[in-house]
């Protein structure tokens, strides 16, 4: 008898529920944030780590406002906006290097001197001198 009240108390358990589902979008905020910090710690190294940042910040906007968390959305707002002007800033600069390299060769009333000045030096050479000199 008491192997059927046993067996009965065993059948009558319920089922094990199943494992819960993965929720993608959270998952995908997860993963978003923190390729956003790695982009936002590196954004002064290269462009391609301002242009993530800029991606990144608008997929989190993208994601507070689908989470229903408008303040974070309007940070990365903020942020992505930032971004933006950063590597639009790099695009218009090298576009005015480049354009100042044209003109200062097509004008030969340029002195090398003040042409020489703007220049960006390495470590090295303000360490030990233009290449070619012997200090």
Do not use: K
């Amino acid at each position: 008898m008491t192997h059927d009240l046993l067996m009965g108390a065993l059948s009558l358990s319920p089922a094990l529920a199943a494992p819960p589902r993965l929720d993608v979008l959270m998952l995908s905020g997860f993963l978003m944030a923190f390729a956003q910090v790695v982009f936002f710690i590196s954004r002064r190294h290269s462009r391609d780590m301002s242009i993530g940042l800029l991606l990144t910040s608008v997929g989190l906007a993208v994601y507070s406002v689908m989470a229903g968390v408008w303040p974070l959305a309007m940070v990365q707002v903020a942020l992505g906006i930032s971004a933006g002007l950063r590597v639009t800033r790099r695009f218009r600069s090298l576009r005015r290097r480049r354009l100042a390299g044209v003109r200062s060769t097509a004008s030969s009333g340029s002195t090398p001197a003040s042409d020489q000045r703007w220049l960006p030096e390495s470590r090295m050479s303000r360490m030990f001198g233009p290449p070619g000199s012997i200090n």
